[in-house]
């Protein structure tokens, strides 16, 4: 049998081979600088400034992908004199054009590299460089003998004790310039930064970083310095003084009102005053989310707090927060006066919109629907948001196989409203913690029919909190949490299959879910370091309450859904740079459930393999545990479901060409019941959960346009634990046996990165 595609790494080094003949003649292709560290100070700089060093080495070397440039390669192609219509169209968006060894500028960089080394404590450094060429490359080498850094031995004020002093030298001591820190210029530019902070805070508006002056003392010996700090005497004098609110304005309706209307319908709320002709946003409610008061201190903290909450309320186009200063500096040392004033303008109060669209959901369903929506910004005058929306769609899955095939038809209504403040019978003060705390009321109905099975009727409504406690966390709360599912329909074939499944069809019985849910998120992702992480726990707890109320566990008639379900997924970035980072997800998830309810609601349990979960399997073809349907067909679609789900998920993603990223990964996961089920022979948790694991790996290419990501996923298993022990583990594979393939190769289109 032919193997084609072993001839594919062959072509690619041609391809290599033949991009570099084609460049200019005498010219050589740059391969990029390489830092080689040598003598004393080598770990220590290594470590720590191998990154730093790295960031001055220009021009980026052209993209290569197994040896060859598929960048460079289109480029040259469009070159070409021969019309090549679909390599012009493309080169100017993928293409690159060669970076020569003739246009790297050596002695540039290599001051670049010593005035960053010097920076960075290195005084006395040693430096070389060297080309090392090739026949049709070359690369340029620096050698680098860094030499052990010089470190702090003392860090004090410097000059009078004056008014700004005292304030300063306090701080000194909260610094991160302690004894024994190497000496880095970054390192006192953030310290200059911290004290500006500090200031701004105290009232000192005029004041900026470049006022303050860093003197270092390198004649101490032993590689040690002494760092004193002091104020410029250059400093202007309203630098030097503090400012005092005097008066608070707030113009909430910038296209109504404007300087001829000052003082004109005005209103007095908290110290404040709002001009606002129109009376489109009510002084009550915009009034805690100020953060300035006359008699104050300027505050450069509060001064971007209103502003960012303010921003967060979703009513404004913008928001500018001013400040009136006299012409000349009052007498004294006192604060001077100041008025401060902030212009709102509005963005539009009410929204139609009609969205035709095509989902692609993470169970492998995609299909075309409508969406009507209506939306009002401000439906109470204090930034209330409502949202009301009405969808259809119609869905087939696309899982591969025998699976492929299982259509629907939703149809929904739902509506909410957004308080952008804390709505309790017991008095929070109106926001918890840090930024804008929001109370959530949503209410919807649907009907869900699959074709070939049942129509499913569902109604859901919640009432609940998000709020913020810091930059990094982030809380939902839903003290009530009301949802009711119930069949309308169901075929023959479907019936048979809950006969054949008492737990199923008791999963699919007519319950109230009635409880509350809580999920609990911690992200680093937006922060500027290498290591982030992200946590994600959740609770969801139904039936007690009202079990308690009731004293039964019927409720309307209906039979109350009880059961405790707890999740975790944590996951971790290694980042390299922007485009090229480590990812590693684990999650545990746990229901159980009890009283009346035997097993969780189909709704609430858990499922394996899929595009966001472990790829090498279709959607809900993995587990419980080692079973696996005689007929692995639609009808299996509905017992592949569980109440514990472990999963591990590896992928590491690097750029191919512009937008075009590619990824390697490797999944692990399974679910099982928490109770044995004579229907589902191997699907209870037992202490060999870890020989039950399905595993699989693959790579992928994402088409990464910033506002959209579409991911392709090919992946393959490793192990399937529904075969005999000792023959779950792969040892062969037969990429060139087209049976193979349709078995064992599985294709993912989704939207977005997997986690």
């Known amino acids: 049998m032919r193997k084609h595609w072993l001839w594919l790494p062959i072509l690619l080094l041609l391809g290599a081979c033949g991009t570099l003949k084609r460049l200019p003649a005498g010219e050589k292709l740059y391969r990029g600088a390489e830092l080689r560290w040598e003598g004393e100070g080598t770990a220590i ?90 026949e049709r490359t070359g690369k340029l080498v620096f050698y680098i003998a860094p030499g052990e850094p010089y470190r702090l031995a003392q860090y004090s004020w410097w000059g009078t004790p004056d008014s700004l002093a005292r304030l300063l030298m306090p701080q000194l001591a909260a610094s991160g310039l302690k004894a024994g820190s190497r000496y880095s210029l970054s390192a006192m530019e953030a310290e200059r930064e911290r004290l500006d902070v500090f200031l701004k805070n105290q009232g000192y508006y005029a004041f900026s970083p470049d006022y303050l002056l860093f003197k270092a003392d390198t004649s101490v010996g032993n590689r040690q310095f002494k760092l004193y700090l002091s104020v410029k005497q250059a400093t202007p004098a309203e630098a030097l003084r503090s400012y005092r609110l005097q008066s608070v304005e707030v113009y909430p309706n910038m296209a109504f009102t404007d300087s001829a209307r000052t003082g004109i319908d005005t209103q007095r709320t908290n110290e404040l005053v709002f001009v606002d002709g129109s009376r489109s946003f009510k002084p009550e409610r915009l009034a805690p989310f100020v953060l300035l008061r006359p008699g104050q201190l300027y505050n450069r903290s509060a001064e971007l707090t209103t502003a960012n909450r303010i921003s967060s309320l979703g009513n404004f186009r913008y928001v500018t927060v001013r400040f009136d200063l006299p012409d000349s500096l009052p007498p004294g040392n006192g604060p001077v006066p100041m008025n401060a004033r902030i212009d ?199 039936g007690n309450l009202p079990g308690l109320i009731t004293g039964s566990d019927q409720l309307l008639g209906e039979t109350l859904a009880r059961y405790v379900r707890l999740d975790a997924d944590i996951r971790y970035h290694r980042v390299f740079s922007d485009d090229r980072r480590l990812v590693l997800r684990i999650f545990g998830g746990y229901g159980y459930s009890y009283g009346a309810s035997p097993t969780l609601p189909y709704i609430k349990q858990y499922f394996a393999g899929g595009p966001n979960s472990v790829r090498a399997f279709n959607i809900r073809s993995l587990g419980p545990g080692n079973y696996r349907p005689a007929n692995f067909d639609l009808a299996s679609f509905f017992d592949q479901a569980g109440d514990i789900k472990l999963e591990a998920n590896v992928e590491y993603r690097f750029p191919l060409v512009p937008y075009l990223k590619g990824a390697v990964f490797a999944d692990a996961g399974n679910i099982w019941l928490q109770r044995p089920n004579p229907a589902l022979r191997g699907g209870h948790f037992t202490s060999q ?56 190769l599985n294709l993912v289109f989704a939207i977005g990165y997997p986690f």
């Open 45 to 134: 700089a290594k470590k720590e400034l191998t990154a730093a060093l790295e960031e001055v080495l220009y021009p980026a070397t052209n993209t290569r992908v197994l040896g060859s440039y598929p960048a460079l390669w289109l480029y040259q192609r469009a070159q070409s004199d021969k019309k090549r219509w679909l390599a012009k169209e493309f080169a100017p968006r993928f293409g690159e054009k060669p970076v020569l060894v003739s246009e790297v500028k050596a002695q540039q960089l290599a001051a670049l590299l010593k005035n960053r080394l010097e920076n960075e404590g290195f005084l006395r450094h040693s430096l070389r460089f060297e080309w090392e060429m090739h």
């Open 344 to 542: 709102l303008a509005p963005s539009p109060r009410r929204r139609l919109r009609y969205e035709t669209q095509f989902l692609s959901k993470s169970n492998n369903f995609v299909g075309p629907a409508l969406k009507i929506g209506y939306q009002n910004r401000n439906l109470f005058r204090g930034g209330e948001l409502l949202n009301v929306d009405l969808n259809g769609g119609f869905e087939t899955q696309f899982a591969g196989g025998r699976q492929t095939g299982l259509n629907a038809f939703e149809v929904g209504l739902k509506g909410e409203l957004i308080f952008p403040r804390i709505v309790s019978p017991v008095d929070l003060g109106g926001n918890i913690g840090y930024g804008l705390a929001r109370s959530r009321l949503a209410a919807g109905i649907s009907l869900l029919n699959r074709i070939q099975f049942y129509r499913l009727r569902s109604f859901q409504a919640a009432w609940g909190y998000q709020w913020q406690t810091n930059r990094f966390v982030t809380h939902d709360f839903q003290p009530a949490s009301i949802s009711f599912t119930g069949l309308s329909r169901t075929s023959t074939a479907f019936d048979d299959i809950l006969a054949a499944n008492p737990f199923l069809r008791q999963s699919f019985e007519q319950r109230f879910i009635a409880g509350l849910v809580y999920q609990g998120t911690f992200s680093e992702l937006a922060e500027n370091k290498p290591h982030r992480w992200v946590a994600i726990v959740g609770l969801d707890a139904a």
């Open 689 to 744: 959960w870890a020989q039950e694991l399905g595993v699989g790996a693959g790579f992928g290419l994402r088409i990464d346009a910033d506002i959209l990501v579409l991911r392709f996923d090919l992946a393959t298993p490793l192990r399937k634990p529904w075969l005999p022990a000792g023959e779950r583990w792969f040892d062969s594979f037969s990429l060139a046996d087209r049976a193979w393939r349709r078995e064992n």
